[in-house]
Structure formats: structure tokens, C-alpha cells
């Protein structure tokens, strides 16, 4: 069966570090990943989405990079804050062209930014 | 700049109710997705639009499960005969195209407890 797995458990960063948090997925090929932020009691928010065509995709002080041989995508936050402290939830789309169109989610990684 | 706007946040029922929560998509987004998301884990996607045409609805969790969108603007997610099972976080997300390459805009949500 298709799966996504993240570290389900916390990831304690000290602040100014880099957090590095890992998506890893199996019996798909997918051609686009995406990554949300997700704060409690909020929705998710979009962050990134890379090709697989793409081995690396920044925005600020966010980088993504997607390697479609180990079926797994990093995601890093740079000189992290502690406003950086969230939920990040990696998502692939099962749209095959005909089938649903909406995305799986992993479970997501807590993300914890210490002063 | 309006997002995605849900209503009620909240929802305290007794089981067995029927309870119909509200979705405002961000106005010119043609896609509207319906997920439920359970503590702990990441959104799971229940069923989508295009305009007011509802194109999967095979991943909504029982037949006491139903989405419409009458006009392509607005949609409604009703659940009937509540169970304790229901209680959960539903989000509703759009996007203005369709593929996996878009990236989805999520509200913050209707919170549901089952008594």
C-alpha cells in the first residue's frame, strides 16, 4: 500500500540552527511533493511544492530538495526561530489523471525551536 | 485578502444529530477539497469539486457522509446520524487549478465533539 512517513516524534532544535525534518515515501512516483506548516488549532499553509525533476527548491530560509532514487524529500529551515515551532506535514498528489485529485498527508513532524 | 473561510469553528453535538458545517473558498479558486484530521495524524481527504461538479467522492467515510457545492462557490460537508468516531478537525481547502502542482489553501477548520 501507498505510504508517507515523517518523524512522528518531536524535534527539539536549538535556535539559530538548522532543523532538518525527513519525508520518506513508498510505492509511489510521485511528480510533485509539497510541504505545509501547521499550527495548533489552525489549518495547514503551503510552503513549497518541488518536481521531480527538481533536486532543490529555496525560499528564504526554507530549502526542499526531492530525491525520486531513495523516495524521499528534506525539508531544512536555516538560522531557525522560535516562531519556526510547528507542526510540518509533507503531502504527495495521487492524481493519475483520472482518479482523486486531493492530497495524502504524512503524519508530520513537531518542530520545536528552543531560545 | 480573504482565505478560506469555514463555519462553525466549533461543534458540540449529541450523537445520532445530523450536523452540516459551511466552506468559503477563496473566490476565484474553481477547486474545493473536503479533509478530516484526526489528533495526531495529518489531514486525510474525503472528496473534492470542480466548479460545482463533485469529482470523488469514493474516499468519504461512509454513506453518512455528503458534499455538495450547488453553485461552485460555497460548499456544505453534512454528516448524518453522528458517531463518537466523527469527532475530528474538518478542513476544507482551494485552489485555483486543477494537478499536483498546485498548491492547496487550507481554512482553519470545524472543530466537531460528539457527546
Known amino acids: 500500500s501507498q505510504k508517507i512517513e515523517q518523524n512522528s516524534e518531536a524535534l527539539n532544535i536549538q535556535e539559530g540552527k538548522t532543523a532538518t525534518l525527513t519525508c520518506n515515501y513508498t510505492?509511489?512516483?510521485?511528480?510533485?511533493l509539497q510541504w505545509y506548516r501547521q499550527d495548533p488549532g489552525r489549518g495547514p499553509v503551503f510552503l513549497l511544492l518541488?518536481?521531480?525533476?527538481?533536486k532543490e527548491k529555496r525560499k528564504e530560509r526554507l530549502k526542499v530538495t526531492f530525491d525520486t532514487t531513495l523516495k524521499q524529500s528534506l525539508f531544512h529551515i536555516t538560522a531557525s526561530q522560535p516562531a519556526d515551532s510547528a507542526t510540518y506535514l509533507c503531502?504527495?498528489?495521487?492524481?493519475?489523471?483520472?482518479?482523486?485529485?486531493?492530497?495524502?498527508f504524512g503524519k508530520g513532524t513537531h518542530l520545536i525551536i528552543q531560545p | 485578502d480573504t482565505g478560506v473561510s469555514q463555519d462553525p469553528r466549533h461543534k458540540i453535538t449529541k450523537r445520532g444529530q445530523n450536523v452540516t458545517f459551511r466552506c468559503d473558498p477563496i473566490s476565484e479558486h474553481n477547486r474545493l477539497y473536503w479533509y478530516r484530521q484526526t489528533l495526531g495524524q495529518g489531514p486525510e481527504f474525503l472528496t473534492y469539486f470542480q466548479n460545482e461538479a463533485q469529482l470523488e467522492k469514493s474516499r468519504l467515510l461512509s454513506d453518512r457522509f455528503s458534499a455538495e457545492r450547488p453553485k461552485g462557490s460555497f460548499s456544505t460537508l453534512e454528516i448524518q446520524r453522528t458517531e463518537q468516531g466523527d469527532s475530528a478537525m474538518y478542513l476544507c481547502?482551494?485552489?485555483?487549478?486543477?494537478?499536483?502542482?498546485?498548491?492547496?489553501?487550507f481554512g482553519d477548520g470545524t472543530r466537531l465533539s460528539i457527546l
Open positions: 503531502a504527495l498528489n495521487l492524481d493519475s489523471g483520472g482518479g482523486a485529485d486531493g492530497l495524502t
Open positions: 481547502a482551494s485552489s485555483i487549478g486543477a494537478g499536483p502542482n498546485q498548491p492547496q489553501h
Open positions: 518541488i518536481r521531480e525533476n527538481e
Open positions: 510505492n509511489y512516483s510521485p511528480a510533485y
